[in-house]
């Protein structure tokens, strides 16, 4: 059974920084791409920012590309989302999700499973 767990969401002014982090259990986290979506009330979940089964390839949504940073550790079984220059748009849940591949792709239906979330308020 794989479980994801988010930490690192929280309240902070426009223009700071957050590092999201989401640890995986199980021995195969190496074998999987991962990736962060979001969802702010009354919108659709969307994809942030996806990264490779060795971090070689990332992708970024074009709303946080310059932004946010993906990055994963695979001997800590976690990955991480960095957050520079948050914006008040940027409030949302955060969630972190395993590809069923090796690759980080875009689409919701690529990953098979998910985290429970993490708020990040940005205020203005």
């Known amino acids: 059974q794989v479980q994801l767990v988010e930490s690192g969401g929280g309240l902070v002014q426009a223009g700071g920084s957050l590092r999201l982090s989401c640890a995986a259990s199980g021995r195969t986290f190496s074998s999987y791409g991962m990736g962060w979506f979001r969802q702010a009330p009354g919108k659709e979940r969307e994809f942030v920012a996806a990264?490779?089964?060795?971090?070689?390839?990332?992708a970024y949504a074009d709303s946080v590309k310059g932004r946010f940073t993906i990055s994963r550790d695979n001997a800590k079984n976690t990955v991480y989302l960095q957050m520079s220059s948050l914006k008040p748009e940027d409030t949302a849940v955060y969630y972190c999700?395993?590809?069923?591949?090796?690759?980080?792709?875009?689409?919701?239906?690529?990953?098979?499973?998910w985290g429970q979330g993490t708020q990040v308020t940005v205020s203005s």
């Open positions: 999700a395993r590809n069923s591949g090796l690759l980080g792709g875009t689409r919701d239906y690529e990953y098979d499973h």
């Open positions: 990264i490779s089964w060795t971090g070689g390839s990332t």
